[in-house]
């Protein structure tokens, strides 16, 4: 049988032949996974590596799979995964850049990821947290820098002090002192519909909120294009970045916007939305990548904002 360019044929265990394409492989393991067969996610990425290699999108595929053992709490597997992932990468890495394709930034990415889950979620939070702070050393300003420090975050930044915010450029209204004053930080980008859907959310919030103390800050950062992906210079993104800010976060009039490739770093904005709640001491009591409702987001704001009258 002549099999065509990047297509495979796996046989399943019924005996059924399917076509899977290198384009469709992670999208397959995916659907694999959400159907809680993890076996059948192995058996897909399996197949496709005996015909075509490691390539990049069989480790993307692969750290998927990883990524499905541990949400089925099966640390070991997720583990072994994970660190077949790492090591897999790091050979194709010897002869090309992390950065020359986003399959490898996402295989490494979650392969790391996952393995300081393991540890966090095993009774190994000490060690989670030494492991991110190493390859975070390890990865400096590369692409997967904002996800290992998203995951330190996660299981490491509530309870600190929050990071001070170093921008030196801003839109919208004056940036006021913070200190004192409960404070709800709102990552957002200009490409993000997530975050368009958050924003009524968070204006909702902060009419309701803004009385008792509560102060909206939306940071973002540059990422070196604007509409359809068209290259941008700085001052041409951040044009369009107040075009957005003013488009779709009107209902947020009173939120100043912080503009910091550093912060984004420093708080870990890999997702986005990510929401930030600090206390009037300073202190981060939320750190959220996704969306949250307002049923969710409440609850926290009212415990900071009440924080004055218990002092």
Sequence with gaps: MRVLRHSLLIVLLTG???????????????????????????????????????????????SWVGRGALTAKEYDKADRYARDTEKLVLEALKTRPLGSDQNLVIALGAALEVQAKVMAETGQRASAVKYLQDMIGRYRNSPIHMRLTKNLNLISLEGQPAPKLTATEFLGPRMPDTKGRPVLMFFWAHWCPDCKAQAPVVAELERDYRNQGLLVVGPTKHYGYVAGGAPATPAQELAHIDSVRKQYYGMLPNMPVPVSDEDALDYGMDATPTIVLVDRGGIVRLFHPGNMTRAELEPRIKAIVAERAAR
């Design 16 to 62: 059924a032949a399917i076509p899977v394409s290198a384009q469709t492989l992670v999208r397959d393991v995916r659907a694999a996974i959400a159907r809680n067969d993890l076996a059948g996610a192995d058996a897909l990425v399996s197949a496709y590596r005996k015909q075509a290699g490691p390539t990049p999108e069989a480790l993307a595929a692969l």
